[in-house]
C-alpha cells in the first residue's frame, strides 16, 4: 500500500524543483518564480502533515521510516572500501516533527516574499526564489538524513544558500561582506564537522543515526563493555576521550551554524539580506540546523558529559551574551538576530543539560515566534520604506495594527509571558538545567544562572522594541504615513500569530505537574520512535553516563516546576517592566548613556568582530607570513641547497671525464686496486 | 746542458704506479694463498687430442682412446668463427677511405661505373662505393672473406 | 710439480707490466702490445690452472683467447687507422673529444 513514506522524497524534491523552475524559467513566469516555490512548498507542507500523521498513528499504527535509497560508494562486491556511503531517509518524530516546521514557515515565507519582494518591484526574483527553493530543498534533505555525512551534504548546501540569499542585493556594499562573512564564519566551524565525520567513520566505520548498528549504539555498547573491539579509536585515547573529541569536532559545525559564541558574529551582519530570508535563515532552516543535529545524534552526545557540559555552558553563556548586546540595537532586525542568537543558547542549554524534549520543544515554538517576528519586522520595514531604525518609527500601532498585534503576540512568546508559547517552552529549558544542576551537576547552575538572567535582558529588549515601534508618537513623516500592506504579508503573520499564542499548549509540564493531567503531548510524541532515538532513552543515557540525576528544591518536582516558571516569568516581567517604564512614553529617548562605558562596549558587540579581525589580520596573517618565510626560506632553501650542491659538485666531478683513456685506465687500476684491498682485508687475504 | 743521453720519450710515469700497487697486491695475495699440490695430467694420455675432441664436443664414451674429460666447447667454437669473420669484415671496413673523391678500400673490384644501385658516392672511375662498404653487406661479405 | 703460485706471479707480472704499458705509453700501438700481454697473462693462468685441476678445459678457452685476440687486433687496428687518418697521428690523448 502507498503510504506517507512513500513521498517523503518528494517533499524535498518538490522545492529542489521550484529552484530548477524558478532558476530556467522564472523569468517567463509572472511574479518571477514565486508561483512555483509556493505550489512546491504548499505541497511538501501537505506532504508533511500526512507524515507527521502517519508517525503519530492516525491512519493507522504509529510508525517511523528508515531507509536507504541510493549507495553511491562501497557496498559492492570487490570494491576495497570498508564503509558504504549512502543516501537514506530517516523518519521518526523528530524528524517528522521537524519536516512540519520547516515545510510551514518555508510555505508562508514564500507567500511573505509576495508583498516583501513582488509588491516592492525589486530585480532578481527569478533568482531569490531560486535561492528560496533550493535552500528548502536543502534543509528538508537535512532534517530527513539518516546519516551523518549525508547529513553535512545537506548542511553544507544549507550554507551555500544561505550565502546566496545573504548577498541577494549583490549591487550594494555590505550584503556581499556579510555573506562571505556569514560563509567563512560558518565555514569555520564547518571545517571541524568535516574532520567530525570522517572520525566518526574510522571510529565506528558507519554514520547512520538510528539503528542496532548506526554509531551512537555503536558507541553505547563501548562504553558499556560490550563490543568494544567494532571501535577503533586514534591516538591511543580511551572510548570515553576519544568520543568526547569526535563529539567536539562536529559540535564545532553546530556552533558555527547555531551562532553560538565564539562564531556568532555572522548572523547579526547576516540581516543584510532580505527581511524573508531572515525569516528563513533564523527561524527554521540554516541556525535551527545545528541544534537539530545535536538532537538528532543525541544518543551520541549524551554519552559524554564533558561534550554535555561544554554545549549547556556554551548555550547559557550565548544566551546571555547576545542578550547583553541586544539591549542597545538602533534597527529592529538586529534586536531580532541578537535575540534569535540568544535564543538558541537556550536550545543548547537544554540539550546540554539533558533536556532533550525542553530542546526540541524550544526548537519548533521559537520556530514559529521567531518566523513571526521577522515577518512583522519585514511588514513594518516595508511599511517604513526600508527604514529599519526604530528611533525612525513610533505610534505604528494605530496604523497598521494586523502587523502589531501578532507582532505583539511574537514579543510576549520571546520574552516568554505567560501564557504564550515561548513561556512554556524557555521554562522549561531552565527547568531541566535546574534540576539536573540541583541533582549535582553544579556547572550546569552556571549556566542555568546565565540562562535566568537572559530572561530579564530578553524581557528588556522585546519590550524596548515593541514600544519603539509601535508605541509612542511618531517620530518622522514615515512613520505618520507607513505605507500599507497587502494580504500576503498580513496572512504569515496571522497564521504564525496563532500558532505563537497556542504552540506551547502541547507541552503545558508545570500545568501537567500541577493538575495531573495527561497533557505532555510532547513528552509523549518524542517517547515513541525507534529504539535509540526516543527521549526515554536519552534520559537513561544521560543518566547513567554523565550521571544527570534529579534534584529539587523545596516542593519536590511540583513545587521546583512552579517556583522555577514564577522565577523566569518574575524576571521576564520585570525586564518588560523596566521597558515599559522607560520606552512606553510619547516621546522616548536614549537611556544608553546611562550605562556609561558598558555602552560602548555593547554597541561594539564586546568587540567581537575587532577581535575577530584582529585574529585574521594580525595573528593569522602574522602566522602566515612567518609560515611563508619558512616555505621560502627552510623548505625551499633546503632544496635549493641540495640543488646547487649537486650542480656544483657535478660541475667539478665531470673533469674526471677527461676523454683521455690513459686516465680512465688509470682510474680503472686504481678503482681495481682500492676493491682489491677492501675485498682482502674483509676476507682475510692478507693475514 | 746536460750530456747525459736522455730517453726520448714523452711517457708520463706517474700511473704507471698503479699498475706497480695492482701488482704487489695481487703478489701478496697469491703468496699468501694455500694451494693443494696440482694433479697434473695422466702419463699417457694425448693432450692435444684431449683439447681437439674437447673443441668439437666429443664424448669419452664414444672413442676408444683415453682421453682428458673437459667442457663441449663446440658452441665456443662457432661462436669464434662468426666473431672473426666479423672482425675481419670490421677491420676491412675500418680500413676504407675516401681520398680526393674516391673511395679507396682493401676489396676492390670491377664494377660498372654507371651501377644504378650505387650509393651516394659520385662514381668517378673504378672505385663505386656501393660494394666497397658492402663488409656489412652479406652476399658481398661472404664473397669478400672467401677471397 | 710447479705450485700454482709462481705461474700466478708470473702472470700477474706479465699483466702488470700490459697495464703498465697502457698507463704510461700514449702510442696506440703499444696499446695494442700492452693489450696482447696481457691476454697472454691470463692464458698463462688457464694453462697453469688446467694443470692443477686435471682437466683440459683451461688449455682449450685459451686457443679461444688466442683466437679471439687475433680478432681483437684486426679491429684495434682498424681503429687505428681511423685514429691517424682523423688525427695524423697514433697518439690516444688527442683523441679526446668525447668529453664534458
Known sequence: MVGAFDFVPAIVLLPFFSFLVALFLGKYMPKGGALAGITATAGSLLLSIWTVLTVAGFTGTATTYQQTLYTWAGGMEGTPLPYELTFGLLIDPLSSMMLLIVTLVAFLVHVFSLGYMNDEGETGLPRYYAGLGLFSASMLGFVVADNLLMAFMFFELVGLCSYLLIGFWFREEAPPSAAKK???VTRFGDYFFLIGVVAVFATFGTAAFAGDGSFPALAEAALAGEGGGDVNTLFGLDPQAWFTVVGLLVLGGVVGKSAQFPLHTWLPD???????????????????????????????????????????????????????????????KQVLAYSTISQYGYMMLALGSGGYIAATFHLMTHAFFKA???????????????????WDMG??????????????AGSLALAGIFPFSGFWSKDEVLYEALVHGLGGSPLLLAAWAMGLLAVFFTGFYTFRMVFLTFHGKPRTDTARNPHGVRWNVKGPLAVLAVLAVVAGFINMVPVAKLTGLEIEFLHDWLAHGPSGLTSEHYSELTHDYANYSVGTLVGGELGTALISGAVSLGLALAGAGLAYSLYNVPEPVEHTDRLGSAKDVLFNNYYQDE?????????????????????????????????????LSGSRVRRIQTGVVSNYAALLTLGLVALLVILGLQGGWFV | MTTKPQLNDDSNFLPGLAALGLFVVMAVVFLQAEFGAPEGFPADVSIVASIGYAMFDISADQLQQQIVSAEGFLAAFLIMAIALDVAIDAAVYLAKREEAGEVVTALVEDVRSDDPTSGGEPSSGRGPAARADGGYDSSDASSGGDR | MVPPQYYLLLAAAIFCIGLFGILTRRNALLFLMSVELMLNAA????VAFSVYWGNVTGQTLSLFTMALAAAEVA?????????????????????ASMRW
Open chain 1, 182 to 184: 556569514a560563509f567563512l
Open chain 1, 270 to 332: 547576516a540581516m543584510e539580506g532580505p527581511t524573508p530570508v531572515s525569516a528563513l535563515i533564523h527561524a527554521a532552516t540554516m541556525v535551527a540546523a545545528g541544534v537539530y543535529l545535536v538532537a538528532r545524534m543525541y544518543g551520541f552526545y549524551a554519552l559524554t558529559p564533558t561534550t554535555l557540559a561544554i554545549i549547556a555552558f556554551v548555550g547559557g553563556f550565548t544566551a546571555l551574551f547576545a542578550a547583553t548586546m541586544g539591549v542597545v540595537k538602533r534597527e529592529i
Open chain 1, 372 to 390: 513571526l517576528l521577522f515577518l512583522g519586522a519585514g511588514s513594518v520595514i516595508i511599511a517604513m520604506h526600508h527604514n529599519e531604525n526604530m
Open chain 1, 395 to 408: 505610534g505604528l500601532k494605530d496604523r497598521m495594527p494586523t502587523t502589531y498585534y501578532t507582532f505583539l
Open chain 1, 611 to 647: 577581535y575577530q579581525v584582529w585574529l585574521a589580520n594580525d595573528v593569522a596573517r602574522g602566522i602566515s607570513r612567518g609560515a611563508d618565510k619558512f616555505d621560502q626560506g627552510v623548505v625551499d632553501g633546503v632544496v635549493n641547497g641540495i640543488s646547487s650542491v649537486s650542480l
Open chain 3, 43 to 46: 692464458n698463462i693462468n688457464l
Open chain 3, 75 to 95: 679491429i684495434g687496428i682498424g681503429i687505428i687507422l681511423t685514429l691517424y687518418r682523423n688525427f695524423g697521428d697514433v697518439d690516444v690523448t688527442d683523441a
